[in-house]
């Protein structure tokens, strides 16, 4: 008998897909007892039925399919492979139980096939026996790690076994893998979520009304947009504990963010009495010295003190650049414009600084080009945002009238 692939298709009844899997029906032998010639005229059949199920497949009618490997199990029912493709079909139909107990045959001739594992765990997933799924779709990825489809649904069986941990480890290996699979990024804050909110939980019982609580609670309201809650929440923790390094930081950040610069610069002093190396305190004294008192030379002290505790942190290196830029300290704003221009060139606003210094040392061809690299970035930022508009406006017209 010749060897033949067939393919699973997607199933998009869930937002995870099933993978494309590429099998080889191997002959095994269809019995024993076969009369002399009858095992050519059963080859001949076999590969009429599977020539029959593909055509089915592809024309996207399941139910022939599925009878056909039927009618191939009972030709050759040693073909551990056929078992395999007749379990993809039944997921795809979301027979599951029907896909547990066929895949289970199939395995019980070859346990070595990956693929098999890899279903059976979704089915076993899909009919809510997470145990046993998670010793399937384990097993699976051992003898392949780069499947991502197994590795998706071990995640969603995690997260049902409450092994939220595991989950999360399985998702960062994913969203490595997958940096645009929406659903990877979906779940993997969905975890980080109810890990936080298992955290919380857990200082709630401890003690209520701590200093890490209040901290905790102003983090959360601030990650919602919710700058007025969590102020009074960043209060709550300063006045538990005014001496704990972070304190301040938050509080004065909460400020920042709400435009109240007295105060924002009050408490982010008070922050590097405690911890002199915050190097966020330091960047955004710089920004409020820079931006509210037109003070350079104040806004590079500040800068300078940030990126010596964190040489990384671009903003502080931008906005270093901007006050080297008003003290007409040109050739330094330059080597800063550059480091930070090479670590995200999308930013728009970097090329034109960039540009001002390059005008002011007479590199004229190299301003310019910065030039049109800035106003690229702008019109493609401008038409970015006008299709979002477009879009929303097209939504909201198709959206049914209440």
């Known amino acids: 008998m010749k060897f033949w ?48 199920a593909k055509s089915a497949q592809a024309a996207g009618n399941l139910a022939t399919a599925a009878e056909r490997y039927e009618a191939i199990l009972v030709i050759a029912p040693r073909l551990a492979a056929a078992y395999n493709n007749l379990g993809s079909i039944y997921i795809q139909q979301r027979e599951f139980r029907k896909a547990a107990e066929v895949l289970q045959k199939g395995l019980k001739i070859n346990p070595a096939m990956p693929s098999a594992s890899a279903l059976l765990g979704i089915a076993q997933y899909e009919m809510g026996a997470y145990a046993e799924a998670e010793q399937r779709l384990a097993a699976a990825l051992r003898t392949n790690p780069n499947d991502n489809n197994a590795e998706l649904y071990l995640a969603h069986t995690l997260i049902q076994l409450g092994k939220l941990e595991q989950a999360a480890s399985h998702l960062q290996s994913l969203s490595r893998r997958e940096a645009k699979n929406q659903e990877v990024w979906y779940l993997l804050g969905k975890v980080y979520m109810q890990l936080s909110q298992e955290s919380l939980a857990k200082l709630n019982e401890i003690d209520p009304d701590s200093y890490v609580v209040h901290q905790v609670s102003g983090e959360i309201m601030e990650s919602m947009n919710n700058l007025d809650g969590a102020l009074l929440e960043y209060k709550k923790a300063v006045d538990l504990a005014p001496d704990k390094a972070g304190t301040h930081y938050h509080l004065g950040n909460a400020y920042w963010s709400l435009a109240m610069w007295e105060q924002a610069e009050k408490e982010l002093r008070a922050e590097l009495a405690i911890n002199p190396k915050n190097c966020q305190a330091h960047w955004k004294l710089g920004q409020i010295a820079l931006e509210q008192r037109d003070d350079p030379h104040a806004a590079v002290d500040e800068e300078d003190k940030a990126l010596s505790a964190c040489p990384n942190l671009d903003a502080a290196r931008e906005d270093r650049a901007r006050a080297l830029l008003k003290l007409e300290r040109y050739k330094e704003a330059m080597a800063d414009l550059q480091v930070v221009v090479a670590a995200d060139p999308s930013e728009p606003r970097r090329h034109f600084l960039l540009a001002q210094a390059y005008r002011a040392l007479g590199r004229a061809q190299e301003a310019q080009a910065e030039m049109r690299t800035f106003s690229k970035l702008q019109e493609d930022a401008q038409a970015s945002k006008a299709n979002r508009a477009k879009q929303i406006l097209e939504n909201k017209e198709r959206a049914p009238t209440p």
């Open 5 to 52: 692939p067939t393919f699973l298709k997607k199933n998009k009844s869930r937002t995870v897909h099933l993978a494309v899997a590429v099998l080889m029906l191997v002959q095994a032998g269809a019995g024993a007892a076969a009369k002399p010639g009858q095992e050519s005229k059963d080859d001949a059949r076999v590969q009429e039925l599977y020539a029959e």
